[in-house]
């Protein structure tokens, strides 16, 4: 069945160093998101893309990237973690037919920076 | 720019009764709407979007929305709370040629036994 993973699930780190969050997905979908989830303020959108080459920043992108080589994966980098990026994050695809299109979410990866 | 608001971060109900939960939205220009869902320890998983089809939305699990432009709502609403309806549900918008959402704060349901 297709679906979208996410690794790791669980992430302790220290702050300063740099992080990557993996977001795989297997429906050929060409867009593809990240949000981070904190208490009080749902999802906020960091980054997206529309396909392969092609990135864009959200509302919360400071200290955040990302880079789409191919339709699959959109990885999420911390250049340099802070405490303030501890959160739950969540990678989501959807296909390219518009603003109607349903979001499909992977199960989050928790990150801690300590 | 659109945004979301929901009314209630925490809606307590019996099981048995109405579950109610409120969104309001602003947007310029004609949103599209959605509920999604959120079970402990898991992602986002879609109950229902309003795509301007129809103003009365049915979604699974007996959850539906209904879209009132005068009064710019989506409240989404079942009729009898299941013990299994415990959890965290986010209203979004998306509007225009955007294909990002941008989602409400949240509201944790609970149901009492």
């Known amino acids: 069945d297709a679906e979208i993973t996410q690794s790791p699930r669980h992430k302790i780190t220290e702050t300063g160093r740099q992080v990557t969050l993996a977001c795989h997905q297997t429906w050929n979908h060409n867009n593809m998101f990240w949000y981070r989830q904190d208490l009080g303020h749902g999802l906020r959108l960091i980054h997206y893309?529309?396909?392969?080459?092609?990135?864009n920043k959200g509302e919360v992108s400071d200290g955040y990237s990302v880079s789409r080589s191919n339709t699959e994966d959109l990885p999420l980098t911390l250049e340099s973690a802070a405490s303030s990026q501890t959160s739950v994050y969540f990678c989501a695809s959807s296909f390219n037919r518009g603003p109607s299109d349903t979001q499909y979410f992977g199960p989050g990866t928790r990150l801690t920076v300590l | 720019a659109q945004s979301v608001t929901q009314l209630g971060s925490h809606v307590s109900v019996s099981e048995g009764a109405l579950v109610l939960l409120r969104c309001n939205y602003s947007?310029?220009?004609?949103?599209?709407l959605f509920w999604y869902v959120q079970y402990p320890n898991q992602g986002l998983q879609l109950l229902l979007k309003?795509?301007?089809?129809?103003?009365l939305v049915k979604g699974i699990n007996g959850f539906e929305a209904e879209f009132k432009k005068s009064e710019t709502s989506f409240h989404l609403t079942k009729p009898s709370a299941h013990m299994s309806d415990a959890a965290e549900y986010f209203c979004?918008?998306?509007?225009?040629?955007?294909?990002?959402?941008?989602f409400g704060s949240g509201t944790q349901l609970t149901v009492l036994p």
């Open positions: 309003y795509t301007s089809a129809a103003t």
């Open positions: 947007s310029s220009v004609p949103p599209y």
């Open positions: 893309s529309y396909g392969v080459q092609d990135t």
């Open positions: 979004a918008v998306s509007a225009g040629s955007a294909r990002q959402l941008t």
